[in-house]
């Protein structure tokens, strides 16, 4: 029984995140509804007409309904994920939010630093290394990150820091492209010495600033929970 209950508890929890992302992602593309639906209808309808052309339409239709649904909740997953994105790339602490959804051997400690301006530095603990994440204009949080460095360096010596830039600016890497620039940095830390440096430095860094008063933007936590299991 117990067994049970978990399992129902877990469907509708993927039920209502499902439904969430639904409304997330029509709200800037608000025609998401008709589009999947009509990706629908044109496969299964090839499909049940190439069945009739055939001789097997019943066969040939359930095929088609099949591929069609699973068309449309490709295309679902695709404009979800660009609408996450979009929702949060000016949002602050929207980098935060995208490092903190991947999976794997990350650790993503927002707003290690923070200005007035909402210009701040987020740090990535990962077999990289140490990668420092800004967020602001590139004359604002060149000294920030160039600070952050110099500190985190005081405690890891001889751990690999990489600075990223996040923004539109030249120079700087747009938002939806973190996660897979993160992904494709060489290793130089073993899982455990990756783990190693996160103890260090939660251990021996100054509490972090805290990010902008208030809760996480609803946008931010809609994406975090959007990427989280579409990219790794």
Not at 27 to 52: D, H, N, Q, R
Not at 139 to 154: I, P
């Amino acid at each position: 029984m117990a067994k049970d209950s978990t399992t129902k508890k877990k469907r509708f929890a993927w039920v209502g995140q499902m439904r969430d992302n639904y409304r997330m992602t029509k709200e800037v593309y608000p025609s998401l509804g008709l589009t999947m639906f009509g990706i629908f209808i044109v496969i299964f309808g090839i499909g049940l007409a190439a069945g009739f052309l055939i001789g097997n339409p019943i066969t040939f239709g359930l095929l088609g309904a099949s591929l069609g649904l699973l068309g449309a909740m490709w295309f679902f997953s695709r404009r979800a994920m660009k609408a996450a994105y979009r929702q949060v790339e000016d949002q602050p602490g929207g980098a935060a939010a995208v490092a903190e959804s991947m999976r794997g051997n990350w650790s993503t400690t927002p707003a290690v630093a923070i200005t007035k301006n909402q210009d701040m530095v987020h740090r990535i603990v990962g077999r990289p290394g140490v990668i420092l994440i800004s967020e602001g204009p590139p004359s604002r949080v060149k000294h920030m990150l160039s600070g952050e460095k110099k500190r985190t360096q005081r405690y890891i010596p001889e751990t690999p820091i990489i600075e990223l830039q996040i923004g539109t600016e030249e120079g700087q890497i747009p938002i939806n492209e973190l996660q897979k620039r993160l992904s494709k940095m060489p290793k130089a830390l073993t899982p455990a010495e990756a783990t190693d440096v996160r103890r260090r430095l939660d251990a021996t860094a100054q509490q972090p600033a805290s990010v902008p008063k208030g809760p996480m933007p609803k946008s931010a936590k809609a994406a975090k929970s959007q990427m989280r299991g579409r990219m790794g």
